[in-house]
């Protein structure tokens, strides 16, 4: 079983940056998907990058060239490099770790707000 547990979040001003780490517990993480999702106040959760095990990257359109996905299978992390910010990524921000299961964590609160 995986446990996703984020953080990084926090506010910041429309441009800036932040990096949102997710480290899981159990074996096995290089064999997951891990992704990324957010949900903003009255909306529903969306999806916003995914890693597969095998290292591909898909990214929403909405952050494309400002969102980077990464993971380090050594350390059970998975990373979420946001630059350029901007008020709509205003959101919880959640982990997934999918295989044969989806596993969520508890998600962590972005802010961008001038």
């Known amino acids: 079983q995986v446990q996703p547990v984020e953080s990084g979040g926090g506010s910041v001003q429309p441009g800036g940056s932040l990096r949102l780490s997710c480290v899981t517990s159990?074996?096995?993480?290089?064999?997951?998907?891990m992704g990324w999702y957010r949900q903003a106040p009255g909306k529903e959760r969306e999806s916003v990058a995914i890693?597969?095990?095998?290292?591909?990257?898909n990214y929403a359109d909405s952050v494309k060239g400002r969102f980077t996905i990464s993971r380090d299978n050594a350390k059970k992390t998975v990373y979420l490099q946001m630059n350029n910010l901007a008020p709509e990524d205003t959101a919880v921000y959640y982990c997934n770790a999918k295989y044969t299961r989806s596993y969520w964590g508890q998600g962590t609160q972005v802010t961008v707000s001038s």
């Open positions: 890693i597969t095990s095998g290292g591909t990257t």
């Open positions: 159990g074996n096995s993480f290089s064999v997951y998907n």
